[in-house]
């Protein structure tokens, strides 16, 4: 009986603890938000469709 209680309170001391020092513990995070350029090349489709459609007549 006195093992289970030994046990008991050391692991209650143990999550008491944890709790305390692991409630002081903060950390900072800082984000940066950049836009993103993108660029797109529709050139070569526009192409080929006037090349399809030019060489029909």
């Given at each position: 009986?006195?093992k289970?209680?030994?046990f008991?309170l ?15 513990l ?5 984000h940066?938000i950049?836009p ?6 529709v ?10 459609f030019l060489?029909?007549d």
């Open positions: 009986m006195k289970i209680r030994r008991l050391s692991a209650l001391l143990g999550l008491a603890s944890a709790a305390t020092f692991g409630g002081c903060s950390i900072k995070t800082e940066e950049k993103i350029h993108i660029t797109m090349d050139n070569l489709k526009v192409q080929k469709e006037l090349e399809n060489s029909l």
